[in-house]
C-alpha cells in the first residue's frame, strides 16, 4: 500500500545482498552508511546517479567487481515493512529507541588514541593490485540492517588527504582495502563496530579483561578487601590498646618503689621506741593444776630477775610451770621470786640465759596528762605488739581482782590511765615514754560488756580505758620482793566501814574478830583518830570511798608523814600520822 510518502532507507529491498552461505562485501554495498559530512546529500540521498564524480573520501571499489548498479525502483504493491510510526531518524538522530553511535577514531594497539591529523607519509611506489582471492565464507551471524529497534549507524571517519588516509577494513575477512593513492604502510586499522567477530581488529576501548562488569568485580573485591583489613586493623589496635590500657604497656610492668633504707627511725618515734624496747620485753606461758594464763613481763636487771603482773602468775600455784620466751624466739624456764595480790605485782627468774637487756626505769612521777605512751605485750598471746596513745588520767584509784570472793586477790592501784589499745594478755608488759623508759606497768582495763569496774585477765576488748601500776611503786615492790620474797603495805591502823554510802572513808565500829576499829598503838590511834570518823581527804586530794583511802594510803611508802582532813560530829578536823607497815601476801 502506498501511502504517498518515499520509503525510508530501511523499507528499500536490498540489490546484491549476499546469502547466509556468501561472503558479505560491505565496502560499497548497499546498506552502507553515507558520509555525515556537511557538504553531502544527506541520509536519505542515496539515489545518485552512478557516472557522478565519486567524493574523494569514498571507499574504493574492491578488487573482482565491477560497478555497482543503481537499486532500481521499487514496485508498486504494499511495502516491505510498516510504516515506522516512531519515524525514527536514521544514522542515530533524535529518537525514543537508539542514541547517536559515538564517533569511532582509530585506535593504536596500546589503547592510546592518535592524533586525527598524521603526519604526512614519504612517497611510496604505486601499490600492486591485489589479486583477487576467494573470500572465506562469513561464519558469523550478520546482523540485519533493516531493524527499526537497531538503526544501522556507521561512524564518521576522519577526513585526510589521499596520502594520508590510513587503512579501513571493511568486513569479512578484514582485508585491508585501499583506494587510489593511498599508502598502505599505516600500521592503524580502523575499527568496524558491524564486522564479524575474530577479526584482527584493533580493540577500541580498554583491554580485555577490563569490561564494566569486570572492572565492578574487581571494584567490589578490592573494597570487600580493604572493608576486611579495616576491620583486623581495628580489632588489633583495639586489642593492643585495651592491653595497653590495662597493663600500661607492651613490657613487663614494673612499679615504682623506694629504695631500702638501713631501718634508722627518730629515737622519739614509736618505731624507734619499740626497737629500743622490744629486746627486753617477754611472753609468760603458765599452766598449773587447774588453769593457764599467758601475759607479758620485761627484763630488770642482767641476773634475769623479770617483772609482771601477780594474776599472770597465779595459775601456777605453788607446783605449776612458767615458760619464758624472748622477743628473739628463744624460750627458758622461769621461777617464783616473789608476789603480792595488794599491789598485783610479781617477779620471775630465768636461769642460764645471758646478754639479757635491762629495761631502763623512769619516773611515774615526771608523767604528765597527754604526754605520749607505748604499750608492748602479747595481747590474746600475739607476742611482740607495740600500740601507741597519750596519758589521759593520772591517779586514777582502781580495784581490779576479787574474784575469789574473801578479799584476798583484791588489788588497790593508784592508777595511771591510758587510751594505748591493752587487751588481755597484754597485763604485766611495760608503758613506757618517749625515751623508751618504763612508767608503769599494763594491769587492767575497763570492761564495755560488765559494767561492773575495772577487771584483770578479762576477755573484753580495749575500749580505750587502759591502766597502768606506776613504776614508782612497782620498783619498790620488785625490790623488796626480790630481797625478801614479801612486799610490804603502808597502813594506818583502822578498819574502814566498806558498806558506808556517803562521802569519805568511814572508820568502822569494829575490827577484825570483832576488836577495836582503830589498833591500839596505831598510827591512826596516835594521830587521835576515833571510831565513826569519816576521812574527806589524804594529802589535799578529795577521798570519796574506802577504797579510794586505801588506793592513797598504798600510793606511799610506809613511814611517810600524810596530813589528813576528818569529819566528825560535823565538825572538820586535820590531823598528821607517820605511816605504818604491814606484811603483804
Do not use: C
Amino acid at each position: 500500500m502506498d501511502d504517498g510518502r518515499q520509503a525510508k532507507w530501511w523499507s528499500r529491498p536490498a540489490t546484491g545482498r549476499p546469502g547466509r552461505d556468501e561472503p558479505e562485501n560491505r565496502a560499497g554495498g548497499e546498506g552502507d552508511a553515507p558520509s555525515l559530512r556537511p557538504d553531502t546529500p544527506g541520509p536519505t540521498d542515496t539515489t545518485a546517479p552512478t557516472d557522478s564524480p565519486a567524493p574523494a573520501n569514498s571507499p574504493a571499489p574492491v578488487a573482482g567487481q565491477g560497478p555497482q548498479e543503481p537499486a532500481p525502483s521499487r514496485p508498486a504493491g504494499p511495502p516491505l515493512h510498516e510504516p515506522d510510526v516512531y519515524s525514527t531518524p536514521p544514522y542515530g538522530g533524535p529518537g525514543p529507541w537508539a542514541p547517536a553511535p559515538p564517533v569511532q577514531r582509530p585506535t593504536p594497539a596500546h589503547g592510546t588514541p592518535v592524533p586525527p591529523q598524521a603526519a604526512p607519509l614519504p612517497p611510496q611506489p604505486p601499490p600492486v593490485p591485489p589479486q583477487a582471492t576467494p573470500v572465506p565464507p562469513q561464519t558469523s551471524p550478520v546482523l540485519p540492517q533493516t531493524s527499526p529497534v537497531l538503526p544501522q549507524t556507521s561512524p564518521v571517519l576522519p577526513q585526510t588527504s589521499p596520502e594520508q588516509a590510513p587503512y579501513v577494513t571493511t568486513g569479512g575477512a578484514g582485508v585491508p582495502l585501499a583506494g587510489p593513492g593511498e599508502q598502505r604502510t599505516s600500521q592503524w586499522l580502523q575499527y568496524d563496530p558491524w564486522g564479524a567477530p575474530g577479526q584482527p581488529l584493533t580493540q577500541v576501548g580498554p583491554p580485555a579483561g577490563t569490561e564494566p562488569g569486570s572492572r565492578k568485580n574487581r571494584r567490589g573485591g578490592a573494597f570487600a578487601g580493604m572493608l576486611l583489613l579495616a576491620l583486623v586493623a581495628s580489632g588489633i589496635g583495639g586489642g593492643v590498646g585495651a592491653y595497653v590500657e590495662r597493663t600500661g604497656g607492651l613490657t613487663t610492668v614494673e612499679l615504682p618503689q623506694a629504695s631500702h633504707d638501713n631501718g634508722d627511725r627518730a629515737p622519739e618515734s614509736v618505731a624507734g621506741i619499740a626497737a629500743s624496747a622490744l629486746p627486753s620485753v617477754v611472753t609468760l606461758h603458765v599452766s598449773g593444776t587447774a588453769e593457764s594464763g599467758t601475759g607479758t613481763g620485761f627484763v630488770l636487771d642482767a641476773r634475769g630477775h623479770i617483772l609482771t603482773n601477780n594474776h599472770v602468775v597465779a595459775p601456777a600455784g605453788s607446783s605449776g610451770d612458767i615458760t619464758v620466751t624472748f622477743s628473739s624466739g628463744e624460750t627458758a624456764a622461769a621461777e617464783l621470786v616473789g608476789k603480792d595480790s595488794g599491789y598485783d605485782l610479781a617477779v620471775v627468774r630465768v636461769k642460764g640465759v645471758s646478754g639479757l637487756k635491762p629495761l631502763p626505769l623512769g619516773n611515774s612521777d615526771n608523767v604528765r596528762v597527754g604526754d605520749p605512751v607505748v604499750a608492748i605485750g602479747a595481747p590474746f598471746d600475739l607476742s611482740n605488739t607495740v600500740t601507741s596513745g597519750i596519758i589521759s588520767a593520772k591517779q586514777r584509784p582502781i580495784t581490779a581482782g576479787g574474784e575469789k570472793g574473801d578479799g584476798s586477790d583484791i588489788s588497790y592501784v593508784d592508777a595511771l590511765q591510758t587510751d594505748a589499745p591493752i587487751n588481755p594478755g597484754n597485763s604485766g608488759g611495760p608503758l613506757v615514754d618517749t625515751q623508751a623508759h618504763v612508767i608503769g606497768i599494763n594491769s587492767a582495763i575497763r570492761a564495755a560488756d560488765s559494767g561492773k569496774g575495772t577487771e584483770r585477765g578479762g576477755q573484753s576488748g580495749s575500749i580505750g580505758l587502759g591502766f597502768a601500776i606506776p613504776i614508782n611503786q612497782g620498783k619498790r615492790v620488785a625490790e623488796e620482793l626480790i630481797n625478801t620474797g614479801k612486799a610490804t603495805h603502808p597502813v594506818i591502823g583502822v578498819t574502814l566501814d566498806m558498806k558506808f554510802t556517803g562521802d569519805g572513808a568511814k572508820v568502822g565500829e569494829k575490827g577484825p574478830e570483832d576488836g577495836p576499829a582503830v589498833t591500839k598503838g596505831g598510827p591512826a590511834a596516835k594521830a587521835g583518830i576515833r571510831s565513826g570518823d569519816v576521812i574527806t581527804e589524804v594529802q589535799g586530794q578529795r577521798v570519796h570511798s574506802g577504797e579510794e583511802l586505801i588506793v592513797k594510803i598504798r600510793a606511799h611508802r610506809p613511814g611517810d608523814r600524810l596530813e589528813l582532813r576528818l569529819t566528825r560530829g560535823g565538825e572538820e578536823r586535820s590531823v598528821t600520822l607517820t605511816l605504818g607497815s604491814a606484811s603483804g601476801t
